[in-house]
Each structure stands twice: as C-alpha cells, then as structure tokens.
C-alpha cells in the first residue's frame, strides 16, 4: 500500500511520483519551474527553514516550502 505525501513531507534520498498539485496557481508556478504531475523526482536536499532542493536528471531546481506544500507525491524508491 502506497502512501501519498506532500513534496515538503518527503525525506531526502526518496525518489518521487509526482501525483497531484493541489491548485491551478501552484501548478502554474511548478510548471514554469519545469515539474508537472506524472514526473519522477529525486529529493536531493532541505535547506533547514528554507526551500527543498529537487534533481531530475543533471539538473537541481529549488522549490519553496509553501509550494511543495501544494504538490503531492508518492514515494516510489530511495537513491
């Protein structure tokens, strides 16, 4: 049974299936920031207090926390 979580819930090392973003202006600003659902990810780092570090392939992108609060995910795996 799987489980889904917010995206600032998730532990670092966990690799992600992005499943739902919440609302219309949070899909909005990940999408420019190149995440949409259906996407795996890898948690690479949480800044303490600040924004939580992503990787798809070789690149990294920074997210803040209000908005990974609106993006739900599954955890598909560790790396």
Do not use: F
């Amino acid at each position: 049974m799987t489980t889904s979580m917010t995206l600032d819930q998730a532990k670092v090392g966990d690799i992600l299936l992005i499943i739902r973003i919440v609302n219309p202006e949070t899909a909005t600003i990940a999408m420019r920031l190149g995440v949409s659902e259906g996407e795996t990810l890898h948690l690479a780092s949480k800044v303490p207090g600040g924004p939580v570090v992503i990787r798809r392939g070789a690149v990294e992108i920074a997210l803040g926390r209000e908005l990974c609060r609106g993006i739900e995910v599954e955890k598909t795996g560790r790396a």
